[in-house]
């Protein structure tokens, strides 16, 4: 009997039952509902405890008391108050929106859900309903009549409820003629929350660990080690190559940094070990760190000053190792930090050269400022360079779709280096309907901290659009694998894809790479780097098919 | 926080009945997390998997990746699927008295 944290437990038709007809009662007038399978553990309080977190306490969401701070109500509205000074962009939001309904439809828990309070006009809403009432002349006289609205318990339930139902994918801010940032609203709205002690543990756990050791996991440096060993010797088994593992070395040219995620979880194990292929065939001058362990940032998801602070670590890393430029793993709200946050949060990076390819010369000038490239763009100029070795024949059993992660698309515009990647080592390449690609792509559904499987049930509806489009490449054209350069995606997809077109197998882009590249001393490949036989390869051995595992 | 009895202790428990404080784990309180994932004895080869999952957590204070855990046991994904129902992560490591991971998992 499946339990409501796992897919099993849910009907596809019962989930595909879902009515956007708008509820005849006022939005005001409709308590939260929280059920489960639609809702995220509370954060622990040994968690918030490590990072002086306020109101650290044990609580449990379908409590009726959440053990609010006595002054919880000063504390919001202060909260509020500051905010609003302090962040333009807030306070823009709050006022700009003609509620035009242009967002509506657009985001994928929506969609999934048909929950009204899905809608990015009324999740913003819900904040802005408090703006209103307390920092508006209008709302301060007229209360509900100009659109505010009491702060009460029950708002900040529903605020908790629905913040953490939006993965900050910004979709809906591609379609809002004003350009308000959704995800801007969410991180406010979850930023409030925090004052109150109210976290999700999904996300504050990760947080405090990466605080404190290094990375989201909490893997120790020996751990670390460990791990990246336990990747060299299957790489050897598949590849015939031992490949070196450079750990804090000092004066490494290159730090790199690649979500944790990578180093535990299939299918990223395998994209951490396409990266050390790749790094051992360029003889690349460069290092792990075991405290910048962590290319991800739940800080994002957190509020400014744990964003920061996470943020913080990995320029600290790199100074501390004197290394010249960083180079970023295929991670996704990683770029959010770096392109949208970093420069102006922890940089400038100053002691930091401007990234330079070692084998080509390439210089990339847009990272002037960060000093941090991504991975794909590195890997694009090595095969725009003819630098790379490469046999795409050895991926002809594969036919790939490309799934924008949201950040990396929407948040840095790369659309174009992981498709030429993809297209250089990958004979069958297909894209998914236009609408849900590039600056459109539909979220994975499991972002922002999103991902766990407490939340199994909005993760499949709000994973449907995508799944949707995936399952529409699958019937018509084919299509076994879908990559994507983000490591909360090669977790979540699976499910996703698992849920709503099985048969789809989710992989990085580094992956298909490595696959398809020619090693200096490579012994003859007939696996794989997942160890499965190579199709066509394999059976000239009579090697079994591979098991479906 | 939620309390449970196992191996004849009251301990803390999280929300998916993980034990909060691994210094509390025994066999005995293995056993009993056990039939909460619906195994009712632990047999040889539950015990293989599970005294591994623990040795490697007190050396590492982490899981190993499941590929790891498969190579150096000798079972196959599914033979752990039979072995805990709800698979190495949410069965063979809550037996073993792990915590839950969080992150990009």
């Known amino acids: 009997m499946a339990k409501p944290d796992e897919p099993e437990f849910y009907e596809k038709e019962d989930l595909l039952k879902v009515d956007w007809k708008p509820p005849t009662k006022g939005w005001m007038d409709v308590p939260v509902d929280i059920r489960p399978g639609t809702y995220i553990y509370p954060g622990k309080a040994k968690n918030l405890k490590i990072l002086d977190l306020p109101n650290a306490r044990d609580w449990a969401v379908t409590d009726q008391d959440w053990k609010l701070p006595a002054d919880w109500k000063t504390t919001i509205l202060d909260g509020m108050a500051d905010r609003l000074s302090k962040y333009r962009s807030f306070k823009l939001f709050m006022d700009v929106c003609v509620r035009c309904g242009a967002c509506a439809d657009k985001c994928h828990f929506f969609i999934g859900s048909g929950d009204p309070k899905n809608m990015p006009v009324l999740r913003a809403e819900l904040l802005r309903s408090i703006y209103r009432k307390d920092f508006t002349a209008l709302g301060k006289v007229f209360g509900k009549l100009a659109g505010g609205r009491e702060l009460t318990e029950d708002v900040i339930k529903e605020w908790f409820y629905y913040f953490y139902q939006c993965t900050e994918c910004r979709r809906c801010s591609v379609f809002c003629p004003y350009g308000i940032d959704t995800a801007e609203i969410t991180m406010m709205g979850r930023e409030l929350l925090g004052l109150l002690g109210l976290y999700v543990n999904w996300v504050i756990e990760p947080v405090a660990n990466c605080f404190m050791v290094g990375n989201h996991l909490g893997i120790q440096p020996h751990g670390l080690k460990d791990t990246l060993e336990f990747m060299a010797d299957d790489i050897e088994e598949a590849t015939g190559i031992r490949v070196d593992i450079p750990i804090n070395k000092k004066g490494a040219e290159i730090l790199f940094v690649t979500p944790s995620g990578d180093f535990v979880a299939e299918p990223g194990i395998f994209t951490c070990m396409s990266y050390m292929l790749l790094f051992h065939e360029l003889g690349l001058d460069y290092t792990w760190s075991t405290y910048a362990s962590d290319g991800g940032n739940f800080g994002l998801f957190t509020s400014h000053e744990t964003l920061k602070r996470l943020n913080a670590k990995i320029y600290t890393e790199a100074k501390r190792l004197g290394v010249k430029w960083i180079l970023g793993g295929e991670c996704g709200h990683m770029w959010r930090v770096i392109h949208q946050y970093m420069d102006t949060m922890t940089g400038p990076a100053d002691f930091l050269e401007v990234p330079k390819s070692p084998m080509t010369g390439t210089v990339f000038e847009h990272a002037r400022s960060t000093k941090m490239i991504h991975l794909m763009e590195f890997t694009a100029d090595l095969i725009r360079n003819n630098k790379l070795k490469l046999d795409p024949s050895r991926n002809d059993h594969i036919t790939v779709t490309f799934h924008d992660s949201c950040n990396p698309a929407r948040a840095m515009g790369i659309f174009e280096e992981p498709r030429y990647v993809i297209r250089s080592v990958c004979n069958n390449f297909v894209e998914m309907p236009e609408n849900t690609i590039r600056e459109q792509t539909f979220c994975c559904g499991g972002g922002a901290g999103l991902g766990t499987d407490e939340n199994m049930e909005m993760r499949l509806r709000g994973g449907m659009p995508r799944g949707n489009a995936v399952r529409y490449v699958q019937e018509q054209h084919g299509v076994n694998q879908m990559a994507a350069m983000c490591a909360i995606d090669r977790a979540t997809l699976t499910t996703v894809a698992d849920y709503w077109a099985p048969g789809v197998k989710v992989t990085g882009i580094s992956e298909l790479v490595a696959n398809a590249m020619i090693f200096t001393g490579e012994k003859k490949r007939t696996e794989n780097l997942r160890l499965e036989p190579i199709p066509g390869v394999a059976e000239d051995d009579e090697v079994e098919a591979p098991s479906d595992e | ?105």
Not at chain 2, 42 to 60: A, C, F, G, P
Not at chain 2, 66 to 82: A, N
């Open chain 2, 1 to 105: 926080m939620e309390q449970k009895e196992f191996g004849g202790k009251m301990l803390d428990i999280d929300e998916d009945g993980f034990i909060q404080d691994p210094e509390d784990w025994n066999e005995a309180v293995a056993a009993d997390l056990a039939k909460t994932e619906g195994v009712e004895e632990l047999t040889e080869n539950h015990w293989k998997i599970v005294h591994y999952l623990r040795d490697y957590y007190l050396q590492y204070n982490m899981a190993p990746m499941i590929r790891k855990l498969c190579k150096q046991t000798g079972f196959k994904l599914k033979e752990i699927y039979d072995l805990f129902p709800s698979g190495p992560a949410k069965g063979a490591c809550k037996v073993a008295g792990l915590p839950k991971p969080t992150g990009c998992v």
